[in-house]
């Protein structure tokens, strides 16, 4: 099948396939849109069962920067890269220089930065052979610590801040008492749990790597379930923060929890969900609007800026999600359709 004839490919500008037999390397780059400037979107490495499926993710994550970047009023476009394989089996350093070659080659309109399975220092491996990187030289952290280029901070306080406000637009209280389902404990899942845990809220995790569950568990008396539970719970919040498609034909009947939000990229299996979701009385967070505090930091990074305009920045996703909110309300649309149509009236030209 062409990659014109994907059911995801969205009028994408670029989709690039590298290949590097000396490293091991295979990836794709795809770049979506660059209306409102160079595509920026993080480098994944998956053990990801084929290319197709590979393929597939970058696509609709490509795109969902193209939006995420516009609801967060970004002079960027939206870009992705994906690596094929088990970053904790498979990464050598020799396959970063060589993603660092396959970045350079597309010309600077793919800007790369770290994402799920790839670390700063893999970033600044590519940046060897590609001046196509971002979060190697932070000069500001959101909360004024030390910054060391890490985007996944700002993510989960950018996360942290959404599910604040949403809970307090559908459940009308605070976080305190509220049972809140995380599914995934990764850079931005665990640190998410963490202010979570820091505002009262009751947890209950899962992953399918036990370390970060048993951590959880550990310092902030978590609840742990097997991965396939953490659809059945009854719960006020559903956070997911692992791989996309987790709200799915099969799981949407499952979900009792009234709120979705969380970090995860592409968390509907099907845009057609999230009607489905609004008919049920569930509040869905959008996903690339709550994750948004990540792409908010690269770009600070890369301005004149100071640590309080950051983070003044990653805080008004609250009211980028409660504007939401209120048009789904008052034109009686699911949230993610009209998120869609804000970001699309930004980006397109």
Same mark, same amino acid.
């Given at each position: 099948?062409?990659?014109?004839?994907?059911?995801?490919?969205?009028?994408?500008?670029?989709?690039? +396939?590298?290949?590097?037999?000396?490293?091991?390397?295979?990836?794709? &780059?795809?770049?979506?849109?660059?209306?409102?400037?160079?595509?920026?979107?993080?480098?994944?490495?998956?053990?990801?069962? #084929?290319?197709?499926?590979?393929?597939?993710?970058?696509? %609709?994550?490509? @795109?969902?920067?193209?939006?995420?970047?516009?609801?967060?009023?970004?002079? $960027?476009?939206?870009?992705?890269?994906?690596?094929?394989?088990?970053?904790?089996?498979?990464?050598?350093? =020799?396959?970063?220089?060589?993603?660092?070659?396959?970045?350079?080659?597309?010309?600077?309109?793919?800007?790369?930065?770290?994402?799920?399975?790839?670390?700063?220092?893999?970033?600044?491996?590519?940046?060897?052979?590609?001046?196509?990187?971002?979060?190697?030289?932070?000069?500001?952290?959101?909360?004024?610590?030390?910054?060391?280029?890490?985007?996944?901070?700002?993510?989960?306080?950018?996360?942290?801040?959404?599910?604040?406000?949403?809970?307090?637009?559908?459940?009308?209280?605070?976080?305190?008492?509220?049972?809140?389902?995380?599914?995934?404990?990764?850079?931005?899942? +665990?640190?998410?749990?963490?202010? *979570?845990? =820091?505002?009262?809220?009751? $947890? &209950?995790?899962?992953?399918?790597?036990?370390?970060?569950?048993?951590?959880?568990?550990?310092?902030?008396?978590?609840?742990?379930?097997?991965?396939?539970?953490?659809?059945?719970?009854?719960?006020?919040?559903?956070?997911?923060?692992?791989?996309?498609?987790?709200? #799915?034909?099969?799981?949407? @009947?499952?979900?009792? /929890?009234?709120?979705?939000?969380?970090?995860?990229?592409?968390?509907?299996?099907?845009?057609? $969900?999230?009607?489905?979701? @609004?008919?049920?009385?569930?509040?869905?967070?959008?996903?690339?609007? &709550?994750?948004?505090?990540?792409?908010?930091? &690269?770009?600070?990074? @890369?301005? $004149?800026?100071?640590?309080?305009?950051?983070?003044?920045?990653?805080?008004?996703? /609250?009211?980028?999600?409660?504007?939401?909110?209120?048009?789904?309300?008052?034109?009686? *649309?699911?949230?993610?359709?009209?998120?869609?149509?804000?970001?699309?009236? %930004?980006?397109?030209?």
């Amino acid at each position: 099948m062409s990659v014109f004839d994907h059911k995801e490919f969205d009028n994408h500008e670029q989709v690039a +396939f590298f290949s590097d037999k000396a490293s091991g390397l295979k990836a794709i &780059i795809a770049v979506h849109n660059t209306n409102l400037g160079p595509s920026l979107g993080g480098c994944r490495m998956w053990p990801y069962a #084929n290319s197709e499926e590979a393929l597939n993710d970058v696509l %609709r994550l490509s @795109r969902g920067m193209t939006y995420k970047a516009a609801m967060a009023e970004l002079k $960027l476009g939206g870009g992705k890269s994906v690596i094929l394989g088990d970053p904790r089996l498979h990464k050598t350093p =020799e396959m970063m220089q060589a993603m660092g070659r396959f970045v350079e080659q597309v010309g600077g309109r793919y800007i790369t930065a770290e994402d799920s399975g790839i670390a700063v220092s893999d970033i600044q491996l590519m940046a060897q052979n590609t001046q196509h990187v971002s979060g190697i030289s932070a000069k500001y952290r959101y909360d004024g610590g030390e910054a060391d280029g890490n985007p996944a901070p700002s993510t989960a306080y950018g996360v942290f801040v959404g599910l604040r406000a949403s809970v307090e637009y559908a459940l009308k209280t605070d976080l305190k008492g509220v049972r809140v389902a995380v599914q995934g404990l990764g850079h931005v899942g +665990f640190r998410l749990a963490k202010h *979570l845990h =820091e505002h009262g809220a009751e $947890l &209950i995790v899962t992953d399918i790597y036990p370390q970060g569950v048993e951590k959880a568990v550990e310092e902030f008396g978590a609840t742990a379930v097997h991965p396939d539970e953490i659809f059945d719970l009854d719960v006020d919040v559903y956070a997911p923060c692992a791989m996309g498609a987790s709200v #799915n034909q099969d799981t949407i @009947r499952r979900i009792k /929890a009234k709120v979705i939000a969380g970090a995860a990229n592409n968390q509907l299996a099907e845009e057609s $969900l999230g009607e489905v979701l @609004r008919q049920k009385g569930v509040l869905y967070a959008p996903d690339y609007v &709550i994750n948004a505090g990540g792409v908010i930091d &690269i770009y600070h990074q @890369r301005i $004149l800026s100071t640590a309080q305009a950051m983070r003044s920045h990653i805080e008004g996703i /609250a009211d980028n999600l409660t504007e939401i909110y209120n048009r789904s309300s008052q034109q009686g *649309l699911p949230t993610n359709v009209v998120s869609n149509k804000i970001a699309e009236e %930004r980006f397109k030209k």
